[in-house]
């Protein structure tokens, strides 16, 4: 019994000051480290290259998943060399990545959708879009889904995978807007004056910006009467205190001329409560 003891120790201690069992150690350390260097080095080129192109949020979402599919593939490598055998574990692992891929194909399109909606850099958090018929301010901006808060205060989900077939318009992308208003006024209305009274309200209203220049056009004739149409612009910040006073600006000057128009908006603005 005594010498089978000692036969495992000499054993044990055979294997222990075995050079290939060194060579093995240090190259699956050699790997780890390497590995390590390599995914950081590539992560940091990513990071730069991204941050061109793509907004804060989309670029670390491509480099989580450079980061993932890098550490699986330095830990495989490195246990093969350790003399595991992977293939099982892969095998496995393959199957059931094929079951998930199959349940989650749903959510793998809204994520494809959500990069390339990042990478056009159509909008951020704080826009407001309008979506089909819907108009909203954008509450969060995440993996799957576009989080839009209304203006009567609901919070709408929007798939990423809906938002890229939608048509999108972001109201607020531009810093200045132009409100664009039709009025209709009887038969034989004088075109030079309706012009002058519509710049004389313009010019009293202070919120509305002298460049880019008022629009004035005729736009139609009819039994109802002359419609004109025109548009001014003025900045996004200042929308309910702008409509306001030159709704107002607009009803006074005329009225003291004589005239009693019907306005109506013709503005991408014109939805109930207004962003």
Do not use: C
């Amino acid at each position: 019994m005594a010498s089978g003891i000692v036969q495992n120790l000499v054993d044990a201690l055979k294997h222990f000051f075995d050079v290939k069992f060194y060579v093995r150690t240090a190259t699956v350390i050699g790997i780890l480290v390497i590995g390590y260097l390599v995914i950081t080095a590539i992560i940091l080129l990513f990071r730069r290259l991204l941050r061109k192109w793509l907004n804060p949020r989309a670029a670390s979402i491509v480099e989580k998943v450079v980061k993932y599919v890098g550490v699986v593939v330095v830990l495989v490598n490195a246990a093969e060399t350790a003399g595991f055998d992977v293939s099982a574990a892969l095998g496995a692992a393959g199957i059931a990545g094929i079951a998930l891929g199959f349940a989650a194909q749903t959510s793998v399109s809204n994520i494809i959708s959500g990069i390339f909606l990042f990478s056009e850099k159509m909008f951020q958090t704080g826009d407001v879009l309008q979506v089909e018929n819907m108009t909203g301010s954008i509450e969060s901006v995440d993996l799957l889904s576009i989080k839009i808060r209304t203006f009567d205060n609901r919070l709408v989900r929007i798939p990423n995978e809906i938002m890229i077939k939608s048509k999108i318009v972001n109201v607020t992308h531009w810093s200045n807007r132009r409100l664009d208003l039709k009025l209709t006024l009887p038969l034989g209305a004088d075109p030079k004056k309706i012009e002058s009274l519509l710049r004389d309200a313009v010019i009293s209203v202070p919120s509305a910006l002298s460049e880019p220049r008022l629009s004035f056009s005729l736009d139609s004739v009819n039994s109802a009467g002359v419609q004109f149409a025109f548009g001014v612009w003025f900045n996004r910040e200042d929308f309910f205190l702008f409509r306001t006073d030159l709704l107002y600006a607009i009803l006074t000057k005329f009225e003291r001329a004589g005239f009693k128009p019907e306005i109506r908006l013709a503005s991408i603005w014109d939805f109930p409560d207004g962003p």
